[in-house]
DNA sequence: GATGAATGAGCCTTCATTCAT
DNA sequence: TATGAATGAAGGCTCATTCAT
C-alpha cells in the first residue's frame, strides 16, 4: 500500500507538473493529467480537493522556501550596526543573490512554474511578495543608516516598489529564458553592479 | 438605439475591451462580449475570425504605434555623430521617456490590456519585442562610441537583455498599478536616474 | 427556423416530462433528456438555465392555473353575504370540486410532475401553497358566519391546516394512483360528503 | 476514544441517521456519513449493503413496530362480537389513536426520516401500508356489522383507501411540523372527532 | 472487522464556432 | 451583413462501490 500510495501521488505531481509546464494553469486539464499518470479522476481527488490544489502542493514548499530564505538574510543583515551595514551592503546582496540563484536552480521547474505557468492561481504575482519584504527592510536600512533620501523625498515607498519589481523581473528572466545556472550567476552578478550603482546614486544627495 | 445601431464594429470592440479588461482574456467568453454589446455570434465572426483576432485588433494598434515611436526615437538618436551621443544620451532618454509615457497614457485601457489581461495571447509578453529593440540599439551605441564593454565581454547582449527587461517592468509597473500620469512621470523620471547609473557603471571600467 | 424552434423545444419539453415522469426529478438526467430528445446539451441550454427550469416550465403553467381557479372561487364565495354563504357551502364546494378535478384531469402528466416527481425541486410541496388557500378563507368564511368555533379555541389554525392537508393528499391520490376522471370525480365527490360531515362536526358546538 | 471505538455500527447508524435527516436519502453521501462516524467505507460494507440497507436499518424496526401495534389493535377490535364493534368502535379508535401518536414520540427522528427524508427509497410512501392494513380491516368491519354500505355500492375499496390516506397525511403532518407531543395528541383528537363525523356519514344510509 | 486508495461512469454546464436562413 | 439555434467536445467534479491488504 505504501508503496502505491506513492506512486500514485508521485505520478499525480509528476505529469501535473508537465502538463501545467507545457501548457499553463488554465489550459492544463485534469482529465489530460490523470490520462497521462496512468490513474482515474477519482484516485486524483484522493490527493487534491481540486486543480489549484494540485498547483500550489507542487509550489507551495519552494515559494515559502525562497520566502523564508529572502527573509532571514534581510532580517540577519538588518540586526547588524549601521555602521557595518553601510559597509557591506552591497558585497552582502552579492553572496544573498548567489544562494537565491542556487535555491532557484535547485528547484528549477517550480519556478519556471510560478514565473510562466501561474496564471489564473494565486502565485499568478509571487513576485509581488518578494518584492514587499524587500521594500519593508529597504525602508528600514535607509532609516537606520541615517540617510536622507526618505525624509527629503527624493525615494518613496512607491520608487522602492517600482526598483525593486525591475530587479526581481531581472533576476526572474534567467528562468524564463532557461538560462544555465552558471550563466544567471554571472547575469544577476552584472545585475547586481548595475543596480548597485542605482542604488548608490539615488541614496546619495542629488547633483543633477 | 438608431445610432447604436449604426455600428456593430465598435460596439464589439468596446464591450470586447471591457469584458477583457474585467476578466482578462482567457476567462473572457465571446459570448458574453456579444450579449453586452447586443450583437449576436454571427455579426462578430463577420468581423473577426476569432476570439483572439479581436484582442489582436484591440491591442495591436497601440503596440505597433508604440514600437514605432520608440523604433524611431531610436534610430534618431542613432544616427547622430558618436560624440554627440555620448553626450546626449542620457537626456535623450529622458526626453524619450516622456513621450513614451504620454503614449502609454494615451492608451491606458490597451496598455492594461496588454499588461494585465494578455496571458494566452501571442502579446502575452509584448514586452520582449521592446526590449530587443532597446538591445540592439544599444548595442549599436556601445560599438559606435568605441566602449570596450562588449569586447571586454564585461557586457554580452543577453545581460542587455536582462536590464533592458527589468527597465520595461518597471516601466509598465506604472501601468500594473494604475498611477496617474504624473506619479508615471515622476517614477520614471527617478527610475531614469536609477537606470543612468548603473548604466554608467557598466560601460565604464570594472574598478571593483 | 420557427418550424424548427417549437421542435427543437417541444421534442426537450416531451422527452423531459417523459423522463421526469419515469425517473423523478433528481434521478433524470439531462443528458438523457436531450439523448432522447435527439438534440444536443448546448441545444438545451438556449432554452433553459438547468435542469430545474424546465422542470419549472413544465409545471409552472398549471400550479398557477390551479391556484387562480382556486382562489378565484374561494374569493367569490367569500363576497357573498354570510346567511347565503351559510347556506350553500357545501353545494357550493362540490361544484368547486368537479371544476378543479377536471382542471387537473386537463393536465393530467403536470399533476402526476408535482405530485410524485418533484422531489428535489422547489414544488415539492406544492400542496402547502393550497392548503394555506383553503385555512385562510376557511377562517374568513368561519368569522364571517359569527360561528364561534374559533373564539372558543374548538378550532386553531393548525387543526383547520391539518385537515385541509388531509383533504387535498387524498384529492391527489387519484392521481398517485392513475385513477380516470369519471372515478375520480365520484371519488372526490364522496369524499366531500365525507367531510362535509366532518365540517358539520367541528363547527358545531362540542357534545362530547 | 476507546468507547468511541467499541461501536462502530452505533456511529455509522448515528451518523447516517443525522446525515439523513439534514439532506434526504439521496442527497446524503455515504463518503459523508462515514466521515462524520469517523469509519471507513469499508467499515460500513461490512455492515451494510448500501445506502439504502442502512436507511432501512434505521426504519424498518419502527415500521413494523408501527405496522404491529396498528395491526394487532385492528385484529383485537375485529375478534370482538360485532354489535359491540358497532357500540365502542369510535372510542376505540380514540384510544388507539393515542398510543400511535405515543409510538411516533417515542420514535420521532425515524418517522421524521420516513416522512421528510425518505424519497428515492422503498418507504417514500410507508403510508401506503398502513392504509392498506386500515382499509382491510375497515371492509371486515362493514361486512361483519351487516352494514349495507359496500353492497350498495355507496363504500368501494378505493374510496376507502382515499380516506384512509387522507387520515394518515392528516396524522403525519405532526411529524412534518415538528409539533409537540401534546399538541399532536390535541390535533389528532380534534381529527378524530371530524373523521368520526365523516365515517358516519357514509356508513349511515343517504340522505341527501 | 477494518482500511482507504482506486474505480470510472456519471453528473451539470460552458465554450468557441458553424451555418441555414 | 446579420441572425441565433445548434453543435458537441471538453471542462471540473462527485458518487456508491470494490478490493487488496
Redesign the interface.
Same mark, same amino acid.
Given at each position: 500500500m505504501e508503496k502505491n500510495d506513492l506512486n500514485t501521488l508521485r505520478k499525480i505531481m509528476n505529469e501535473g507538473k508537465k502538463e501545467f509546464l507545457k501548457k499553463?494553469f @488554465? #489550459?492544463t486539464s485534469l482529465r489530460n493529467i490523470v490520462k497521462q499518470a496512468g490513474v482515474t479522476t477519482g484516485a486524483f481527488y484522493g490527493y487534491y480537493s481540486d486543480k489549484e490544489a494540485l498547483f500550489e502542493a507542487l509550489v507551495t514548499p519552494v515559494v515559502s522556501g525562497l520566502r523564508k530564505l529572502f527573509i532571514s538574510a534581510q532580517k540577519d543583515f538588518n540586526e547588524l550596526p549601521a555602521d557595518i551595514k553601510q559597509k557591506i551592503v552591497y558585497n552582502y546582496t552579492s553572496d544573498e543573490s548567489k544562494r537565491f540563484i542556487a535555491y532557484i536552480y535547485d528547484h528549477f521547474d517550480e519556478f519556471k512554474l510560478l514565473i510562466t505557468c501561474s #496564471?489564473?492561481t494565486d502565485f499568478s504575482d509571487f513576485v509581488h511578495d518578494l518584492v514587499e519584504v524587500e521594500v519593508e527592510y529597504t525602508l528600514k536600512f535607509i532609516e537606520s543608516t541615517g540617510n536622507d533620501a526618505l525624509v527629503s523625498g527624493r525615494?518613496t515607498p !512607491?520608487?522602492l /516598489?517600482?526598483?525593486s519589481?525591475? $530587479?526581481f +523581473?531581472?533576476v526572474f !528572466?534567467?528562468v524564463k /529564458?532557461d538560462?544555465t545556472k552558471e550563466?544567471a550567476e554571472r $547575469?544577476v552578478e +552584472?545585475?547586481n553592479?548595475?543596480?548597485?550603482?542605482?542604488? @548608490?546614486?539615488?541614496l546619495e544627495k542629488d547633483e543633477?
Open positions: 499553463g @488554465k #489550459d #496564471d489564473g525615494i !512607491e520608487l /516598489h517600482i526598483i519589481s525591475a $530587479y +523581473s531581472a !528572466e534567467t /529564458h538560462m550563466a $547575469y +552584472s545585475l553592479q548595475f543596480f548597485t550603482a542605482g542604488w @548608490k546614486r539615488i543633477d
